[in-house]
């Protein structure tokens, strides 16, 4: 059972806190970011504590030398790699890299990427998150072919947005007149994430 869970990606805007915050609500973790006044903390701090558990929504600063981290912990980190990174990708389960793939420009970094994290740590999950279909099917044979980690599909959703727009996570909508088949399907492309990772 995966009890530390990093979602890491150095680049911006592919996903890591949608899927974070979302994975801390599922499993009842505790949360820590290293992002440190980028919103993360307006938008999610009370989703996420529920004004009863104060002690779940944690961020890290650079000089933070030693944390107490909670039994079951979700790490949201970005950014190049600085000390913290190693450090968490060693103490996780899992090291989660959620990937929005717009071409084939993104494919050296990110093998450069893949390659550096598994300095640290090789159990690695690639989610390829809110991908154009079209280019999901090639990417996921790309990635099959170049490397051996598993891969899970996150498709682009206009439920997903529920999250930092209105507080609600895609289990917790039921809105009158969305069609009920698109719904569904975000929920279970989760699920299959989450219980994925969860059991791990
Ligand atoms: N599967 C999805 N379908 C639709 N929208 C999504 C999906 N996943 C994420 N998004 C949207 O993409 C945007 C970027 O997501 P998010 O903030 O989670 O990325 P991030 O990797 O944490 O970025 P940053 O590095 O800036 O912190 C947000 O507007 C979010 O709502
Ligand atoms: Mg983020």
Redesign the pocket.
Known sequence: MAKKVLFY?AK???????LAVNYTIFSHSAFYTN?YK?GTEDLYKDKITQGKHPERFNVITKDDQKLAIADKSVFDF?GSLDGRIPAVARASDLCVI?IHYQSKAELRPLFIMLSAIAEFNKNILIVI??TESVFTDSLLEGLASETKYPIKV?????F??YL?NDGLTPFELDIKGAPKKALTNIQNQLSDLFNFIQKY
């Open positions: 990606n911006g805007g592919q996903g890591k806190t949608t992002e980028v970005g959620p998150n809110n996150v498709r682009h959703s206009s997903m947005t930092a």
